[in-house]
């Protein structure tokens, strides 16, 4: 048995609904299989009523008998990330499919754009890019006087970039030190229009810590905020490409590409999508994650070795696939249609 509950769930009313539960598995005619199943949601009961609130990040429950030992299984934890679903099933495995993206969000990236007078620090952590702060100072441009005038003016600009650089490493310290304290910090990717992010790189205004987790290559990028950090991370893929957020953003350029050539390797809408998954002929699936039919199509997807894109709504592309398409679109490994 599979219980997720999210946060602000009442206890009381995840255990009406089992004790519901067990009284419709009197019509399991299998024996075998019937007194599994009541066993599992009777421990599951027993774990639940006495644990008064659903902690903040929500409940998660695996319990089981096993096959052939009848050894029971009981794991019972609050995950490290918020639980977003109800989702409630009975099987032959455990559904772990909502936990992937909590763990690859444990392989967080710091973000860091720089320039002489601006800077965005951002996270990569599962599916999304995060603006944490956006910091401007003042450093004026050069001028043409000549002389003394102008080696003193050039110190000021100087010793004005430091500054700025100094309060960009203390803001990013600030923020990544903590991550990287939780195990949750990867790496620290930097970019920049021009020579700022060497500079900055070259200077001790980094934690030691951190610096050690600057990827080697540092990223030529024109904008700042989100937009800016976006394309960073788009341009660092060689380095980060099994992150979850360059193969969501590859899985929607591909079906973009083939949706636009109209080769019929790009399908969309409920039907279509299931009838291609029965036939084993679907390389990946976008379903956003409150399409009425996810947990039934992220299920048979998954027997046929079919990738699984859940999106959210923080996700850019998810008003599009949901308005446009459904809510549902995939990409096909040979023609069926």
């Known amino acids: 048995m599979t219980l997720y509950i999210p946060p602000g769930r009442p206890i009381s009313d995840v255990v009406r609904m089992l004790r519901q539960e067990y009284s419709v598995t009197e019509n399991i005619k299998l024996k075998r299989t019937r007194d599994k199943v009541q066993t599992a ?47 409630y099933r009975t099987d032959k495995w455990f559904h772990t499919e909502f936990l ?9 990236y710091g973000l860091i754009i720089i320039e002489r007078d601006e800077a965005t620090i951002g996270l990569l952590k599962g599916n999304r890019v995060y603006v944490l702060d956006e910091i401007e100072g003042y450093v ?48 620290i990717i930097v970019g920049g229009p021009g020579f700022s992010k060497i500079d900055f790189l070259k200077g001790d205004y980094l934690d030691y810590r951190l610096k050690k987790l600057v990827l080697p290559k540092t990223i030529d990028v024109s904008d700042q905020g989100e937009p800016g950090l976006r394309q960073m991370v788009m341009k660092a893929e060689d380095m980060i490409k099994e992150h979850s957020f360059i193969k969501l953003r590859k899985a929607i350029e591909e079906f973009t590409y083939h949706l636009a050539k109209d080769d019929g390797l ?17 390389k990946f699936v976008i379903i956003t994650e409150d399409h009425p039919e996810a947990e039934e199509i992220v ?27 459904g809510g549902i679109v995939a990409v096909l490994r040979y023609r069926i249609y």
């Open 41 to 87: 949601i009777a421990m599951a009961i027993d774990r639940l009523i006495k644990i008064p609130k659903v902690p903040k990040n929500g409940l998660v429950l695996f319990i089981g008998v096993h096959d052939e030992t009848n050894d029971t299984i009981d794991l019972v934890f609050s995950p490290p990330e918020p639980v977003k679903v109800f989702f």
């Open 100 to 108: 992937d993206e909590m763990v690859e969000a444990r392989d967080a």
């Open 140 to 187: 004026p441009s050069k001028h043409s006087r000549g002389g003394w005038s102008q080696r003193r003016y050039d110190r000021i600009i100087e010793e004005l970039t430091k500054d700025f650089y100094k309060r960009v490493g203390e803001k990013a310290n600030a923020e990544f030190l903590p991550l990287l304290e939780n195990g949750q910090l990867k790496g």
């Open 266 to 282: 790009a399908i969309y809408g409920e039907d279509e999508v299931k009838e291609a998954i029965k036939l084993g002929a679907v």
């Open 299 to 325: 299920r048979e997807a998954e027997k046929r070795s079919a990738e699984i894109f859940i999106i959210d709504s923080e996700v850019p592309e998810y008003d599009w696939i949901k308005n446009t398409f």
